[in-house]
């Protein structure tokens, strides 16, 4: 099985614009989740999809949202970027099944660069 | 916030058995335990999972006491390619897997 695709890899940004971000699931898994990973702060949820649905949002300004497509696809969105958000982007998926049991497979992420 | 507590930093040289413990003392009925082990500029890559006593798989063994308040991700002889940052988490109903900060292990030639 192919794994979890991210993509574009690097991106470099402004401020003020937007951009946005691309992960393609493990066949078969139907829950999408982002985290954002910076060196202070480490790994932060961002927000889950389930069968195009937001199941879970952490805590991040209005700025970042998502989508998940009925084909499992996610994208998600940054809009008015700020020099704060350079960070390693990560998608994780998962069968989205009991999340006590449940494991996540990431991709290998694509680092922002906010200039 | 994370459910759990470990050790920030350890060291270790190559061909010792290293084991780094979590602390979850709210750990609930159903939780399972799961520990993931990440390198620079990668996502997390899952190792092991458990739910109470001894679990071993190819790469690592972890070990949870009866109370289950804790538990010990034990890797035999590492190597320095075992020199990654490695995290505990606990899964909980519907709520998302929190990541801590983990536990940055470095191996030593």
């Known amino acids: 099985k192919a794994g979890v695709t991210q993509t574009p890899r690097y991106l470099i940004k402004t401020r003020g614009q937007q951009v946005t971000l691309s992960c393609s699931p493990i066949s078969g898994h139907r829950s999408v989740s982002w985290y954002q990973q910076t060196p202070g702060q480490g790994l932060q949820f961002l927000f889950e999809y389930f069968s195009e649905t937001q199941r879970n949002k952490g805590n991040f300004p209005g700025r970042f949202s998502g989508r998940q497509f009925s084909n499992s696809r996610s994208e998600m969105n940054v809009s008015t970027l700020e020099l704060g958000d350079s960070a390693l982007y990560l998608c994780?998926?998962?069968?989205?099944?009991?999340?006590?049991?449940?494991?996540?497979?990431f991709g290998s992420g694509t680092q922002l660069s906010v200039l | 916030l994370a459910k759990t507590t470990q050790p920030i930093s350890m060291d270790s040289y190559e061909g010792q058995e290293v084991n780094i413990t979590c602390s979850h003392n709210?750990?609930?009925?159903?939780?399972?335990i799961t520990w993931y082990q990440q390198f620079p500029s990668q996502g997390p890559r899952f190792i092991i999972q458990g739910y109470k006593t001894k679990v071993t798989n190819e790469v690592a063994s972890l070990f949870i006491p009866a109370d289950r308040k804790s538990s010990t991700l034990s890797l035999p002889r590492v190597s320095l390619s075992d020199t990654a940052v490695y995290y505990c988490?606990?899964?909980?109903?519907?709520?998302?897997?929190?990541f801590g900060k983990g536990t940055r292990l470095s191996v030593i030639a």
């Open positions: 709210n750990i609930a009925t159903n939780d399972y």
């Open positions: 994780a998926s998962s069968s989205g099944s009991d999340r006590r049991y449940e494991k996540l497979f």
């Open positions: 988490l606990v899964g909980e109903g519907n709520t998302p897997l929190v």
